[in-house]
DNA sequence: ATATGTGTTGAT
DNA sequence: TCAACACATATG
């Protein structure tokens, strides 16, 4: 059930998000595509005219590749029916070997590949010993290459116990099982915290007791930082948490309202914090529609895998039902915040 | 402003 | 599964 890595931006190192974003050298090329989406314009520098004819997008040989608006090339990969995006390179080459590598670590040693490389032994167990989120964060943050090289320099350093921080979780199969929780708090959502104001409050004594904010210690006044909190469904979310003078209150921001539109979350719901007890300190996150009411046709969006779930499934009939559907939105009222960027990447909080 | 990655869909 | 493509968001 890791997986969790669909989507996401971001992992970064310190207090605000930062990709590694690097402009893109299409200067060599001769086409130059401007503007966003299909129907992009597409310049011929070659006259230095506007050519209304070729709006397509050039279509990649690699498999896993697709092109992107402004000449990049974007990697990606399906599972599940899900997409998982593995980023974007400058090269062509680049985003196919990302996709082979994430071939590898999702398929097997013998997936299919654009490249021959049959991965040596050493990859195959640095791929092993990673969450496919893992792999998946290190290709679209391009660190793939450097990390594979250091655990190998670590392998020989002697020091043969290549176990040493098992990961939280695992692939295939649900590693949490026996793996305790603890829950920290639970709360019943406010009409404000479901509502457009895109935030959650945690009360503070929760707040004060289990998320201790980095003291304001930061340049920026408290930008905040980023937590993962994984859902029963395995799908990790990112949000930012911070403290608001303003209100004097802590909350969590970018990210929740993407929470709160696919679990359909109406105030009077609970949000449950928890925290596993074993070495890794993941954080958990889990609502339960209000005691009671029965929930209109609330049939969420998320991503069921193989439906790891504890959890009493009271009114909604999602566990692990029907497949695909996601999308759907079946929202009775409107709703709508437009969400943030969400992300579903595991690995242990990262107070960064 | 524009780059990135998602929503969708039709085709394997 | 996969990619085309249109477009919503994120980011600088």
Redesign the pocket.
Known sequence: MDYSC?????SNTSET???S?KT?PQAAMRLYR?G????SVVLDLENGVETESS???P??KF??V?????G?W?A??????Q?V?L??FNEEEEAAASYDIAARRFRGRDAVTNFKSPASDAESAFLEAHSKAEIVDML?KHTYADELRQSERKFLDGDGNGKKRRESKTTVTNENDGVLREVLFEKAVTPSDVGKLNRLVIPKQHAEKHFPLPVTVTPSPTKGVLINLEDRTGKVWRFRYSYWNSSQSYVLTKGWSRFVKEKNLRAGDVVCFERSSGPDQQLYIDWKVRSGIEKTTSVQTVVRLFGVNIFNATTNANTNDAVGES?SKKRSREVDL????CSKKQAIINVL
């Open positions: 669909i989507d996401d931006n971001t998000l930062s990709m974003k893109p401007m966003s989406g299909g129907s709006r397509k997008l279509s990649s498999k896993g697709v092109p992107q608006p402004n990049r974007g990606q990969i399906y599972e599940k029916h997409r995006w980023g974007t679209r999308g437009f969400a943030l960027g």
